[in-house]
Every structure is written in structure tokens, then in C-alpha cells.
């Protein structure tokens, strides 16, 4: 992309439009390129927004609760942005993305900007575009940013590396109390939301939430508050959300937050090696000429010395000659072609 | 691992509530390896061009059965004009008369399927035009 490709992105994202906003948000699901550049051009602009991460299982009313939960802070006078992800296909890499059903009415609101994403691979319950499109919708000065999972099943738990609160949403009549002491879901909410509060069953979930707390070993954390809503009736999501923002305000006194938006920052790094060196992985074993499985058969490697080797070219063709962050651009040159030819035939 | 999906709008535009033969094309989509946004049912055109837009589809499927779409589908595009939008394909179905097609077609709705078409026909009509 070019740089006035790129200042006119900016441009458009810094003003909310609507068309540049979404446009931005794709090239960054592609991973396509200027994705990256895009996102250290927002970088400045990013960090103002409270990052609300909804979770819970299938059905538990995740959608519905966003809804009502946009609408109440829409009446605040906040802005918000949602990101609601569904499962991509591992079969067809196609995806159903129905959230917005429950969100119709917020369409045409102006202070609101939803966008349905594919998990496109990631097992976690997001999309690893979500980290990109919270930055995005930052950078539009929303003072909300809403992410709703996948529904959950026990342990995608990623939402607890992005958010700076997380509710659990539960319901009624998923099983009995060793649910609720299981390791995964259950440990990351600072709010336990027991939604469908009207349907039977509602208060033994809550009281064995509640013992279930009783019993966990004290830690530094506050303990996650428990409350009750029915979305659907719009009952209980004005409380929820002072507990939010209650939160919040608890959080950057103790330092909580800082120490999440540290795990956040942490946790994208992270994603972006992970990505760069899966690909450039994928690059090297399927290089045509390639006999690493000849080899590994005849017993003459093994995956561990194959993984680095690859690690050693990685490092030397990508970073070696590069002090620091800064000096990215000053490519080694020559030199860097030197070393590709002492060491192409390492594979 | 770039690669650009096609997403695809799924919309009931009016008053009509039946959308069996909009959640049977989203799913054969869905298995085509389509994004498929389905924003159910009841839209007002303003809330089905917002959403494509949010949502950068490359093309809004409208399902209708009512007969309102002689009203209905002109402002959508008129939307999608004003929008900046235009350049999102439209195609249609449900029950739409043969002698409406014609003009559907003129104001901007790419194609408009009827009762019987094989949800393939559709898919491939989009991977045609999009071309990915």
C-alpha cells in the first residue's frame, strides 16, 4: 500500500467513515498487505477505549446481551464498537455470521459500528484480526469497544488476554456444580452473568456460583461479582453495566488494568510472530526440491533438528544486522544475501 | 494466508416473515467457503445498507416474498449509490414475477433468481463476478 493509500485510510478510520472503517478492518482479516503498516500508523491512536469482553456458551444470550448493553450505553451519550466473532468452517473456511440478527436495530445508529467476524482458524473463541480491529475502532475514538466470542465450550480463553473487563455469561440447565469448579471459563470473568434469569433453574446457578467463589483460594484479583439478567425482558443489564464500569474504574486504581493491557500487548506480539513464523515455515517445507521428508524417513534428521534449522535461516534472513525496532528499515543488504547462500542448502 | 474471503449480506428486506429459502442459501454458502452475514428478518433498506457497509461484503443477497420489492429494492441501491457503495452486487430472490425482472435489473440488481434455482446456480454466479 502506498503512503497516501495509507494517510487517506487514516484519514477516513480518525473520522469514524463508515466505508474506510470497514475497509480497514478487512485488509487486516486478510493479513493482506499494508495491514501491518496501517496498524503502526493507528498505533498513536489507540489505548482510550474500554475493551468489554463478552463470553459463555452457545445460546446463553451473548448477542442479545450486547444488544441491550449498546443500546444502555448508547442513552449514556458512549460510543461503541462491537465485534462479534462465530466459527469459521474448519471444513469449507466459510462461516455463518448471524450476531447481528440480534443487533438489528443498532444498524443505523451512528454511534455504533459493528463488525461480524470468522474465527478463520483461531481456536481460542476470537479471530486473531480482533486485536487489529479493537486498535481500529480505538482509533475512532469509540468509548467502548465490545468483543463477543464464540459461544464458548471450556477452555477458549483468549478473551482474558484482551479485554480489560470480561463477563461470563452462564445459564440455566447446562449441568450440575462440578461444571462451575472446572478449570477454563469459569476461572477468567470479572462478572459471572447468570442470563435468562426468568427461566427455572436461574438461582441454583447463581447460589453455586456463589459457593463455587466461596471456595477459591484467595487472590489478588478482586473476586468476580455474580449477578443476574434477563436480556430478552431487558432486566438486570443497567446493573450490569455500572458493575462494568465500576470495574473499570476499580481496575485502574489498583493497577489492574495496566497489567491487562499488558497481557494484551504481550498476547498480539505474540500472535504476530506466531503468524509470520508459521508462514514463513509453511515457505520453507513446501520450497520445490525440498527433501526434508526423504531425509526424516532415511533417518537422517529428525523434526527437532529440521524445526532449527529452520529457526537459525529464519533469524539470519530476517533480523540479523537489525539493532532494534527502529532501524527496521536499514536493511542489511549485501551482507543479508551472503549469509541466504551459505545457508540455502541447509535445508 | 492472505487471502480475500467473499462475504456475502444475507438480507430479508419488508415485511415478510418466512426465511427458510434465506437460511438454506446462507448455509450452502457457508459450505462454498463464503462469509455469510445474515441480519435476519424485518430490515428497513437503511438497516441492510449500513450493515453491508460495516461489514465491507462484496455482495447483499435480498430474500423476498411479500411483493414489496418494486419499493423496496430502488431505495436500496439509491442507499448504496449514496453510500459510496455501489460497487457491492446485488442479486435477489424469492417471488419475484418475471415481468418485474426486467426492471429490477435496469435499476442495478445484477441478477434475480426465482423459485427453483439451485442454490449452486447463485454461488457460482458470484464466484463468476467476484472472481475469487
Known amino acids: ?347 | 494466508m492472505s487471502e480475500g474471503r467473499i462475504r456475502v449480506l444475507i438480507a430479508k428486506p419488508g415485511l415478510d416473515g418466512h426465511d427458510r429459502g434465506a437460511k438454506v442459501l446462507a448455509r450452502a454458502m457457508r459450505d462454498a467457503g463464503f462469509e455469510v452475514i445474515y441480519s435476519g428478518l424485518r430490515q428497513t433498506p437503511e438497516q441492510i445498507v449500513s450493515a453491508a457497509v460495516q461489514e465491507d461484503v462484496d455482495v447483499i443477497g435480498l430474500s423476498i416474498l411479500s411483493g414489496a420489492h418494486n419499493h423496496l429494492f430502488p431505495r436500496i441501491l439509491e442507499l448504496l449509490e449514496e453510500a459510496d457503495a455501489e460497487d457491492i452486487l446485488v442479486i435477489a430472490g424469492g417471488v419475484i414475477p418475471e415481468e418485474d425482472i426486467a426492471g429490477l435489473e435496469d435499476l442495478g440488481v445484477s441478477r434475480v433468481f426465482t423459485p427453483g434455482t439451485s442454490t449452486s446456480d447463485a454461488i457460482d454466479f458470484i464466484r463468476e463476478r467476484i472472481g475469487a
Open chain 1, 1 to 347: 500500500m502506498r503512503t497516501a493509500e495509507r494517510d487517506k485510510m487514516v484519514e477516513d478510520i480518525r473520522a469514524a467513515r463508515p466505508a474506510g472503517l470497514a475497509r480497514a478492518i478487512s485488509l487486516i482479516e486478510d493479513e493482506a498487505e499494508g495491514a501491518g503498516g496501517l496498524l503502526e500508523a493507528l498505533h498513536p491512536h489507540t489505548g482510550g477505549a474500554h475493551v468489554v469482553g463478552i463470553t459463555g456458551p452457545p445460546g446463553s444470550g451473548k448477542s442479545t446481551l450486547t444488544d441491550r448493553i449498546v443500546k444502555h450505553l448508547r442513552a449514556r451519550g458512549s460510543t461503541v464498537g462491537v465485534i462479534a466473532v462465530d466459527p469459521t468452517s474448519p471444513f469449507s473456511g466459510g462461516a455463518l455470521l448471524g450476531d447481528r440478527t440480534r443487533m438489528a436495530d443498532l444498524a443505523t445508529d451512528k454511534g455504533v459500528f459493528i463488525r461480524s467476524m470468522g474465527t478463520r482458524g483461531s481456536l481460542g473463541g476470537l479471530s486473531r484480526a480482533v486485536y487489529g480491529t479493537i486498535k481500529v475502532l480505538e482509533a475512532t475514538e469509540k468509548d467502548y469497544v465490545i468483543v463477543e466470542t464464540v459461544g464458548v465450550g471450556q477452555s477458549e480463553v483468549d478473551i482474558a488476554r484482551v479485554a480489560d473487563t470480561v463477563v461470563v455469561v452462564f445459564v440455566p440447565g447446562l449441568g450440575d456444580d462440578v461444571q462451575a469448579i472446572k478449570a477454563g471459563i469459569t476461572e477468567i470473568g470479572d462478572l459471572l452473568v447468570v442470563n435468562k434469569a426468568d427461566l427455572p433453574g436461574a438461582s441454583r446457578i447463581e447460589s453455586t456460583l456463589e459457593s463455587t467463589l466461596n471456595l477459591a483460594p484467595p487472590r489478588v484479583e478482586p473476586a468476580p461479582k455474580i449477578l443476574t439478567t434477563s436480556a430478552e425482558r431487558d432486566e438486570g443489564v443497567v446493573d450490569l453495566i455500572d458493575m462494568i464500569v465500576e470495574h473499570l474504574a476499580l481496575a485502574k486504581t489498583t493497577g489492574l488494568l495496566a497489567c491487562r493491557r499488558r497481557m494484551r500487548a504481550k498476547a498480539e506480539i505474540t500472535a504476530i510472530l506466531t503468524r509470520d513464523i508459521a508462514k514463513r515455515t509453511e515457505i520453507s517445507l513446501s520450497e520445490p526440491g525440498a527433501d526434508w521428508y526423504e531425509r526424516l524417513q532415511d533417518g537422517r534428521t529428525t523434526p527437532g533438528a529440521l524445526a532449527a534449522t529452520i529457526w537459525r535461516k529464519l533469524v539470519i534472513e530476517e533480523y540479523e544486522g537489525v539493532e532494534d525496532e527502529n532501524s527496521r528499515e536499514a536493511s542489511p543488504g549485501d551482507r543479508r544475501g551472503e549469509h541466504r547462500r551459505s545457508h540455502e542448502d541447509l535445508l
